[in-house]
Protein backbone atom coordinates (compact mmCIF):
# COMPACT_ATOMS: atom_id res chain seq x y z
CA UNK A 1 0.00 0.00 0.00
CA UNK A 2 2.85 2.70 0.98
CA UNK A 3 5.00 1.88 -2.51
CA UNK A 4 1.33 2.37 -4.30
CA UNK A 5 -0.07 5.19 -2.93
CA UNK A 6 2.13 7.35 -0.23
CA UNK A 7 5.51 7.01 -1.92
CA UNK A 8 4.80 5.91 -5.22
CA UNK A 9 8.17 3.71 -4.98
CA UNK A 10 6.28 1.00 -7.58
CA UNK A 11 5.43 3.66 -10.04
CA UNK A 12 9.05 4.49 -9.66
CA UNK A 13 10.06 0.87 -10.92
CA UNK A 14 7.03 0.22 -13.38
CA UNK A 15 8.85 3.50 -15.24
CA UNK A 16 12.13 1.80 -15.88
CA UNK A 17 12.36 -2.08 -18.19
CA UNK A 18 11.05 -3.68 -14.77
CA UNK A 19 7.69 -5.45 -14.95
CA UNK A 20 4.82 -5.43 -12.84
CA UNK A 21 5.69 -9.15 -12.35
CA UNK A 22 9.21 -8.48 -11.65
CA UNK A 23 8.19 -5.98 -9.33
CA UNK A 24 5.65 -8.54 -7.20
CA UNK A 25 8.69 -11.53 -7.85
CA UNK A 26 11.11 -9.17 -6.67
CA UNK A 27 8.91 -8.24 -3.14
CA UNK A 28 7.75 -11.61 -2.47
CA UNK A 29 11.53 -13.09 -2.85
CA UNK A 30 12.15 -10.18 0.15
CA UNK A 31 8.97 -11.88 2.51
CA UNK A 32 10.52 -15.70 1.45
CA UNK A 33 14.16 -14.57 2.80
CA UNK A 34 12.68 -12.65 5.90
CA UNK A 35 10.67 -15.86 6.58
CA UNK A 36 13.16 -18.17 6.15
CA UNK A 37 15.61 -15.91 8.49
CA UNK A 38 13.13 -15.53 11.46
CA UNK A 39 12.05 -19.58 11.02
CA UNK A 40 15.52 -20.24 11.33
CA UNK A 41 16.03 -18.57 14.31
CA UNK A 42 13.27 -20.19 15.51
CA UNK A 43 14.24 -23.13 14.87
CA UNK A 44 17.48 -22.93 16.02
CA UNK A 45 15.77 -21.92 19.56
CA UNK A 46 13.41 -24.83 19.22
CA UNK A 47 16.85 -27.69 18.39
CA UNK A 48 18.79 -25.84 21.51
CA UNK A 49 15.78 -26.37 23.72
CA UNK A 50 15.68 -29.98 22.76
CA UNK A 51 12.19 -29.87 21.27
CA UNK A 52 12.85 -30.80 17.35
CA UNK A 53 13.33 -34.13 16.30
CA UNK A 54 15.77 -34.71 13.53
CA UNK A 55 15.83 -35.38 10.90
CA UNK A 56 12.24 -34.42 10.10
CA UNK A 57 12.32 -31.13 11.65
CA UNK A 58 14.62 -29.72 8.81
CA UNK A 59 11.98 -29.27 6.67
CA UNK A 60 10.10 -27.30 8.95
CA UNK A 61 12.14 -24.35 7.95
CA UNK A 62 10.67 -24.33 4.07
CA UNK A 63 7.22 -25.16 6.07
CA UNK A 64 7.48 -22.06 7.75
CA UNK A 65 8.30 -20.41 4.47
CA UNK A 66 5.37 -22.20 2.37
CA UNK A 67 2.63 -20.69 5.06
CA UNK A 68 3.94 -17.19 4.80
CA UNK A 69 4.13 -17.29 1.44
CA UNK A 70 0.74 -19.14 1.63
CA UNK A 71 -0.83 -16.05 3.61
CA UNK A 72 1.48 -12.62 1.96
CA UNK A 73 0.24 -13.28 -1.74
CA UNK A 74 -2.98 -13.08 -1.01
CA UNK A 75 -2.56 -10.50 1.18
CA UNK A 76 -0.11 -8.17 -1.53
CA UNK A 77 -3.53 -8.66 -3.77
CA UNK A 78 -5.69 -7.34 -0.80
CA UNK A 79 -2.99 -4.30 -0.92
CA UNK A 80 -2.60 -3.65 -4.23
CA UNK A 81 -6.81 -3.39 -4.28
CA UNK A 82 -7.41 -1.47 -1.88
CA UNK A 83 -7.60 2.59 -2.07
CA UNK A 84 -7.29 3.62 1.82
CA UNK A 85 -5.73 2.04 4.93
CA UNK A 86 -8.54 1.55 6.76
CA UNK A 87 -9.02 -1.89 4.99
CA UNK A 88 -6.56 -3.29 6.72
CA UNK A 89 -8.53 -3.36 10.30
CA UNK A 90 -11.16 -5.27 8.35
CA UNK A 91 -8.33 -7.85 7.22
CA UNK A 92 -7.20 -7.51 10.72
CA UNK A 93 -10.13 -8.19 12.62
CA UNK A 94 -12.24 -10.91 10.42
CA UNK A 95 -9.16 -12.83 8.84
CA UNK A 96 -6.05 -12.54 10.87
CA UNK A 97 -6.98 -13.07 14.61
CA UNK A 98 -9.89 -15.63 14.03
CA UNK A 99 -7.40 -17.26 12.30
CA UNK A 100 -4.47 -17.48 14.66
CA UNK A 101 -6.91 -18.35 17.70
CA UNK A 102 -8.68 -21.06 16.03
CA UNK A 103 -5.59 -22.64 13.59
CA UNK A 104 -5.18 -25.36 16.08
CA UNK A 105 -2.32 -24.30 17.58
CA UNK A 106 -3.49 -23.68 21.42
CA UNK A 107 -5.71 -26.22 21.46
CA UNK A 108 -7.42 -29.13 18.82
CA UNK A 109 -9.16 -28.26 16.13
CA UNK A 110 -11.70 -31.14 16.81
CA UNK A 111 -13.08 -29.39 20.12
CA UNK A 112 -15.05 -26.72 17.86
CA UNK A 113 -18.49 -26.68 17.16
CA UNK A 114 -18.75 -28.30 13.50
CA UNK A 115 -18.95 -25.18 11.67
CA UNK A 116 -16.23 -23.63 13.65
CA UNK A 117 -14.11 -26.82 13.18
CA UNK A 118 -15.15 -26.58 9.43
CA UNK A 119 -13.91 -23.59 8.62
CA UNK A 120 -11.00 -23.48 10.58
CA UNK A 121 -9.83 -26.49 8.24
CA UNK A 122 -10.47 -23.82 5.65
CA UNK A 123 -7.86 -21.43 6.69
CA UNK A 124 -4.21 -22.01 5.99
CA UNK A 125 -2.56 -21.37 8.86
CA UNK A 126 -4.43 -24.54 10.23
CA UNK A 127 -2.34 -26.67 7.46
CA UNK A 128 0.46 -24.91 8.47
CA UNK A 129 0.49 -25.58 12.10
CA UNK A 130 -0.44 -29.88 11.12
CA UNK A 131 2.45 -29.67 9.07
CA UNK A 132 4.84 -27.76 11.42
CA UNK A 133 3.87 -29.88 14.47
CA UNK A 134 4.20 -32.82 12.74
CA UNK A 135 7.81 -32.48 11.22
CA UNK A 136 9.24 -30.90 14.62
CA UNK A 137 8.01 -33.57 16.61
CA UNK A 138 9.49 -35.94 14.33
CA UNK A 139 5.42 -37.74 13.71
CA UNK A 140 5.01 -37.13 9.75
CA UNK A 141 2.53 -38.31 8.28
CA UNK A 142 2.89 -38.67 4.26
CA UNK A 143 -0.47 -38.20 2.60
CA UNK A 144 -1.75 -35.92 4.74
CA UNK A 145 1.28 -33.70 4.92
CA UNK A 146 1.41 -34.02 0.92
CA UNK A 147 -2.10 -32.50 1.50
CA UNK A 148 -1.37 -29.79 3.08
CA UNK A 149 1.24 -28.99 0.94
CA UNK A 150 -1.12 -29.09 -1.78
CA UNK A 151 -3.42 -27.04 -0.16
CA UNK A 152 -1.01 -24.28 0.40
CA UNK A 153 0.63 -24.08 -2.45
CA UNK A 154 -2.89 -23.57 -3.94
CA UNK A 155 -2.67 -19.86 -1.45
CA UNK A 156 0.44 -19.42 -2.84
CA UNK A 157 -0.80 -19.87 -6.67
CA UNK A 158 -4.17 -18.27 -6.46
CA UNK A 159 -2.47 -15.22 -4.44
CA UNK A 160 0.09 -14.39 -6.80
CA UNK A 161 -2.28 -14.88 -10.08
CA UNK A 162 -4.90 -12.23 -7.76
CA UNK A 163 -1.87 -10.07 -6.68
CA UNK A 164 -0.35 -10.13 -10.29
CA UNK A 165 -3.43 -8.66 -11.79
CA UNK A 166 -4.41 -6.57 -8.73
CA UNK A 167 -1.10 -4.54 -9.25
CA UNK A 168 -1.19 -4.54 -13.08
CA UNK A 169 -4.51 -3.19 -12.76
CA UNK A 170 -3.03 -0.49 -10.26
CA UNK A 171 -0.13 0.35 -11.91
CA UNK A 172 -1.05 0.33 -15.83
CA UNK A 173 -4.62 1.02 -15.76
Known amino acids: MGAIRWDKTYYAMI ?27 FWLVLALFGIVVLPWALLAVSVAVLVGLAHATPCFAYAAWLDRETGFMLLYRVGVVPMFLFSGAFFPVSQLPDALEWLARLM ?5 VELVRGLVLGTPELVGDLGHVGYLGVW ?12 ARRLEG
Open 124 to 128: PLYHG
Open 156 to 167: CVGGFVLADRML
Open 15 to 41: ATPLRVRDILIGNLGLVAARLTLTASV
